[in-house]
Nanobody, 126 residues
Framework: QVQLVESGGGLVQAGGSLRLSCAASGRTFSYYYMGWFRQAPGKEREFVAAISESGARTDYVNSVKGRFTISRDNAKNTVYLQMNSLKPEDTAVYYC???????????????????WGQGTQVTVSS
């Protein structure tokens, strides 16, 4: 049974930084893509970042490029999201997710992410 547990959210002023962590268990972590998503109040959930199995490739939504960094430590079964230069519009519940199957080639679609954490709240004050 795959389990994902996020931590690291909180309240921060605009321009500040936070690092989110997501600890995974239940299967071989290093075999699977990992992603971060977020959902703001009244909005659809959106993709934020993804990382390949080895960590060699990363992908970001345009709005966070240059500010957020996704990384992973396969020895610790953990994926991270370092968030710098935070803006009020980054306020959301952040979720980590992983695919149901091993993925080759192109980036997984959002629909391919089958396992989700419970989410961690990030609030950025202006």
């Amino acid at each position: 049974q795959v389990q994902l547990v996020e931590s690291g959210g909180g309240l921060v002023q605009a321009g500040g930084s936070l690092r989110l962590s997501c600890a995974a268990s239940g299967r071989t972590f290093s075999y699977y893509y990992m992603g971060w998503f977020r959902q703001a109040p009244g909005k659809e959930r959106e993709f934020v970042a993804a990382i390949s199995e080895s960590g060699a490739r990363t992908d970001y939504v345009n709005s966070v490029k240059g500010r957020f960094t996704i990384s992973r430590d396969n020895a610790k079964n953990t994926v991270y999201l370092q968030m710098n230069s935070l803006k009020p519009e980054d306020t959301a519940v952040y979720y980590c997710a992983t695919t149901a199957i091993r993925w080759g080639g192109s980036w997984p679609t959002s629909a391919a992410y089958a396992y989700w954490g419970q989410g961690t709240q990030v609030t950025v004050s202006s």
